[in-house]
């Protein structure tokens, strides 16, 4: 069955610097898929950036990106330059051919002035 | 116009009473799923429709009862209403598989349990 593990409950970070949110999963297939995704207060889920097991690039959105270690099973996101407005929840999920996302217990994030 | 809508927002209820939800996307997204976001976070999956057949139905309380009257739309009906149900209900539905794109969301329904 495939689990994805999120380790950090809360992360805080100053404004402007920089962050990482740890994440591991696991799975027996070869072929899969990677999302963090962003729920704020408002309750919404966003998707922040998703990633191709078969890519070996790390993929970037902006100030996000991600640090893909397909051996190590493990899939971090990093937030550059962080921003008030990504004061938030952060799901990690893992999702292939079941057609279903398995989600990791999430971090809150906490941008402090 | 909103891609994912998910009715209604906040439901109150009494134990013992039958309440649905209803989700609409406009995507022509082929799959949707109900999923469970309990008080501690943790989203879970419950149930998911590809073109109004239903593929994934998780260990869940036969209270439950999703229906898809076509592949737009997906609800949930609830019998019986007991207080560990009082949780956030996301619809969300995605393209077919596999899941490359991750999922749109609704809103989610934040239903408390009296």
């Known amino acids: 069955a495939q689990t994805v593990t999120q380790s950090q409950p809360e992360m805080s970070v100053q404004e402007a610097e920089t962050v990482t949110l740890s994440c591991t999963y696991d799975?027996?297939?070869?072929?899969?898929?990677l999302f963090w995704y962003k729920q704020p207060p408002s309750r919404q889920m966003i998707l922040v950036i998703r990633?191709?097991?078969?890519?070996?690039q790390n993929a970037t959105e902006n100030r996000f990106s991600v640090n893909f270690q397909k051996a190590a099973k493990s899939f971090s996101l990093k937030i550059s330059d962080s921003q008030l407005g990504d004061a938030a929840m952060y799901f990690c999920?893992?999702?292939?051919?079941?057609?279903?996302?398995?989600f990791g217990q999430g971090t809150r994030l906490t941008i402090n002035p | 116009d909103t891609a994912v809508s998910q009715t209604p927002k906040y439901l109150v209820t009494q134990m013992g009473n039958d309440k649905s939800i209803k989700c609409e996307q406009n995507?022509?997204?082929?799959?949707m799923y109900w999923y469970k976001q309990d008080s501690k976070k943790f989203l879970k999956i419950m149930f998911s429709?590809?073109?109004?057949?239903?593929?994934i139905n998780e260990t869940v309380p036969n209270r439950f009862s999703p229906k898809s009257p076509d592949k737009a739309h997906l609800n949930l009906h609830i019998n019986s209403l007991e207080l560990g149900d009082s949780a956030v209900y996301f619809c969300?539905?995605?393209?077919?598989?596999?899941?490359?794109?991750?999922?749109?969301f609704g809103s989610g329904t934040r239903l408390t349990v009296v």
């Open positions: 995507l022509g997204h082929d799959t």
């Open positions: 799975t027996s297939e070869s072929d899969y898929y």
């Open positions: 990633q191709e097991a078969y890519k070996q």
């Open positions: 969300a539905s995605s393209q077919r598989q596999p899941i490359v794109y991750g999922y749109t």
């Open positions: 999920a893992a999702g292939q051919g079941a057609q279903k996302l398995v």
């Open positions: 429709y590809n073109n109004k057949e239903l593929i």
